[in-house]
């Protein structure tokens, strides 16, 4: 199995950046199609964005194509996600999963491992 440990988040302003990273330990991630999901205050857990195995092929949520990419480095273990343009809406923990299969990104049952999540708050 594998440990995930999300860092990255901060405070920032509305039209700011930040990156987040997924760290793995134990078994290598390059096992693994990777996913990041948040969830706001009150809100359902959301899929954010997805990347398969190989990182030949990522997914998006339509709320964010065009300003976050996923990327992964399987040489370090880590998984990432540079958000772009932020809006207040974005504010939200933000969570790295881990699967074995392909394919229903945006189901987070599909996902079996999760990290502890990170605190992204964007001020307007």
């Known amino acids: 199995q594998v440990q995930l440990v999300e860092s990255g988040g901060d405070l920032v302003q509305a039209g700011g950046s930040l990156r987040l990273s997924c760290a793995a330990s134990?078994?290598?991630?390059?096992?693994?199609?990777m996913g990041w999901f948040r969830q706001a205050p009150g809100k359902e857990r959301e899929f954010v964005a997805a990347?398969?195995?190989?990182?030949?092929?990522?997914y998006y949520a339509d709320s964010v194509k065009g300003r976050f990419t996923i990327s992964r480095d399987n040489a370090k273990n880590t998984v990432y996600l540079q958000m772009n343009s932020l809006k207040p809406e974005d504010t939200a923990v933000y969570y790295c999963a881990a699967r074995i299969s392909e394919g229903l990104w945006y189901d987070d049952k599909k996902y079996t491992y999760w990290g502890q999540g990170t605190q992204v708050t964007v001020s307007s």
């Open positions: 990347i398969t195995r190989s990182g030949g092929n990522t």
């Open positions: 134990g078994r290598t991630v390059s096992w693994y199609a």
